[in-house]
């Protein structure tokens, strides 16, 4: 049965061994985040169109968050089935890959092959909970856009500026794009990182 749990970093996969590379950090450790941004943003406005994230909220449970992401991905089953079906395909190719390869002898060959399998569940749930993950970001583009939202502000943590940043990554490649700028600042002796929409083009 497909779910979304953490497993970690992207693997470097070799005929030498298994390395990872910890600045490729696994979607799963935002997707909590995330959630909890569209939560927060997914109603009517009466005030402003700015939304300062609160850094209390209370971190969700693994079944708190699947049920969320239930609701914002109503698709949410059909998408980790077809996200590992891709993945499943694309590590049947690089075996054949590795098995054809010209370079490396029979018992680098058979090192590498074996590696590659060793990681095919790890390789799965990576590209299952990144596909998550870019459903949720898809949902807070399209709460932007919806609501006219002037910013989205937050603790400067890494995770916050990395699911602002994935946002913004996501307005810009709309049909019609909106562009955005993500800014840091301090306040009261506190850094926050603020997403600010720039224009709203429909």
Avoid: W
Wanted: aromatic share 8%; proline share 2%; charged share 30%.
């Amino acid at each position: 049965m497909n779910k979304v749990q953490y497993v970690g970093p992207k693997p470097i996969i070799s005929h030498t061994g298994i390395e990872f590379d910890n600045n490729k950090e696994d979607k799963y450790k935002y997707l909590n985040i995330a959630v909890q941004l569209v939560k927060a943003l997914d109603h009517e406005y009466f005030e402003d169109k700015t939304y300062v994230y609160n850094v209390e909220a209370r971190r969700l449970s693994s079944d708190d968050l699947m049920d969320e992401l239930y609701k914002i991905c109503p698709n949410l089953d059909e998408l980790m089935d077809r996200e590992n079906h891709i993945i499943e395909h694309e590590i049947d190719e690089n075996l054949k890959r590795a098995h054809e390869n010209k370079i490396l002898n029979e018992d680098e060959k058979d090192v590498l092959e074996t590696n590659i399998e060793i990681m095919r569940d790890y390789l799965i749930q990576r590209s299952v909970n990144k596909s998550v993950y870019y459903c949720v970001i898809e949902k807070l583009a399209n709460l932007v856009k919806k609501d006219n939202l002037d910013h989205i502000i937050a603790p400067m943590y890494q995770s916050f500026y990395h699911v602002l940043h994935s946002i913004q990554g996501v307005l810009l490649q709309q049909k019609f794009p909106i562009d955005t700028r993500i800014d840091i600042y301090a306040q009261d002796g506190q850094l926050f990182v603020k997403l600010q929409v720039i224009n709203t083009k429909k």
